[in-house]
């Protein structure tokens, strides 16, 4: 990825972090953070990862993204004033943190079963 894809990137995150930050208070939507944004190289289309905090919704809280899309790039366009053409915005959902705690979860377990070896050796 070039510097400038990545700049551009950088600012598309940050103004949107902004925007839900701000001026999205919907409930179906609930607590979201922007993880990541991904450019195509023509900057037609960005990619956005987002983290939403309740699992239950998640799904619910996408297609109210996928509807308030056109609003988004709105308030975008108004703060992005240097691109000549706002990207299209497709959202998606990062799971990182559910793999990672999952991942957590399974260490936990392996320590737990070796301390119940070595209490069980430790016993003979």
Same mark, same amino acid.
């Given at each position: 990825?070039?510097?400038?894809?990545?700049?551009?990137?950088?600012?598309? *995150?940050?103004?949107?972090?902004?925007?839900?930050?701000?001026?999205?208070?919907?409930?179906?939507?609930?607590?979201? =953070?922007? =993880?990541?944004?991904?450019? =195509?190289?023509?900057? *037609?289309?960005?990619?956005?990862?987002?983290?939403?905090?309740?699992?239950?919704?998640?799904?619910?809280?996408?297609?109210?993204?996928?509807?308030?899309?056109?609003?988004? *790039?709105?308030?975008?366009?108004? *703060?992005?004033?240097?691109?000549?053409?706002?990207?299209?915005?497709?959202?998606?959902?990062?799971? =990182?943190?559910?793999?990672?705690?999952?991942?957590?979860?399974?260490?936990?377990?392996?320590?737990?079963?070796?301390?119940?070896?070595?209490?069980?050796?430790?016993?003979?």
């Amino acid at each position: 990825m070039s510097i400038r894809l990545k700049k551009i990137s950088a600012l598309i *995150k940050e103004e949107l972090s902004l925007i839900f930050l701000h001026k999205i208070q919907d409930p179906k939507i609930g607590m979201v =953070t922007i =993880t990541g944004v991904k450019v =195509t190289p023509d900057l *037609k289309i960005a990619k956005i990862y987002v983290s939403i905090y309740r699992k239950e919704e998640r799904e619910e809280a996408l297609q109210r993204l996928e509807e308030l899309k056109g609003f988004i *790039k709105a308030k975008l366009a108004s *703060k992005v004033r240097h691109l000549r053409q706002i990207p299209d915005l497709n959202f998606y959902l990062d799971d =990182t943190l559910d793999y990672v705690m999952k991942m957590e979860n399974i260490f936990k377990e392996i320590q737990k079963n070796d301390k119940q070896d070595l209490n069980d050796e430790n016993e003979l």
